[in-house]
């Protein structure tokens, strides 16, 4: 058996990480009361790590992490139906083309990025419960679906911190 180089053991500790961090994040989401939740409202946290680890890994490793994360949001999703697997997978792609092709790996970056993919899946989230007739039109966005936007936008900052750090930690081993 061969010995690892130290470039393959960043490689295997980087995936573990992101492993680990997109299955946490995805208990955290989607275990009811785990969390802080504002008006039972609860932080949409697998956005964010979708992002980071599409804006710190290569586009074809992100999409890989994108199908994970979608699928483990598909499985406690109410109607099991890969809508969030195939999204993160097109996000995940979306955003490491832009990383590395047109836009800086930066926090104004991230913090943009995340609040545009949460206000677009908010949005069709909110949509879609108005046409099954789940919820009230004005009330439900006002009491869940905003209060979910802004919880999860106060996070933004210190997620993309911890993640940067933890990945210079990884890469200088």
């Known amino acids: 058996m061969s010995k690892l180089d130290n470039s393959q053991k960043q490689k295997i500790f980087k995936r573990l990480f992101w492993t680990v961090s997109i299955i946490i ?5 989607n275990t009811p009361h785990f969390q802080i939740e504002i008006f039972g409202a609860r932080a949409l946290l697998l956005i964010p790590v979708v992002i980071a680890v599409s804006m710190f890994e290569k586009p074809y490793i992100s999409m890989i992490f994108g199908v994970f994360a979608g699928s483990l949001w598909d499985l406690v999703s109410p109607q099991f139906d890969g809508k969030y697997m195939l999204s993160f997978f097109l996000l995940s792609a979306v955003v490491g083309l832009l990383i590395t092709s047109l836009i800086r790996n930066n926090i104004v970056t991230f913090m943009l990025l995340c609040a545009i993919t949460e206000f677009i899946f908010v949005m069709i989230n909110y949509i879609n419960d108005i046409i099954i007739g789940k919820s009230d039109f004005f009330a439900s ?23 940067r750090s933890a990945i210079r930690k990884i890469n200088l081993k």
Request: hydrophobic share 65%; aromatic share 32%.
């Open 25 to 29: 994040c995805a208990i955290f989401q």
């Open 141 to 163: 966005f006002v009491t869940f679906y905003l209060p979910v936007f802004a919880y999860t936008l106060l996070l933004y900052p210190l997620i993309y911190i911890i993640f």
